[in-house]
């Protein structure tokens, strides 16, 4: 393997977790804003929700895309860590592979 291969693979896996890192805490003041707007329920939110919106159906919508985003970092948890596995096994195999070039020369 090309070091150039491993590098940018590499890259890729600090990248996703960079990647999840941002969307958690994005995902973490999503729902802090939740919380307070729920608590206090301005009636601002009501009027930006168009009309015949209630809070009886604001808070079960908000609610479920909320944990909609949260589903959508499964997956990029699982190509973090593929990306990451790999990264580390290309780094551990390219010392044999450049001892192998290195005797077949």
Known sequence: MSDTFQSRVHAAAVAAWWTFLIASVFFLFQWVVYLGVLATQPRWVVSFWGPGATWESIGPVWFQALVFLKLTLW??????????????????????????????A
């Open 75 to 104: 997956p990029l948890v699982v190509a973090a860590v593929w990306l990451t596995v790999w990264a580390k096994r290309l780094l551990v195999r390219a010392p044999a592979a450049r001892q192998a070039e290195g005797a077949r």
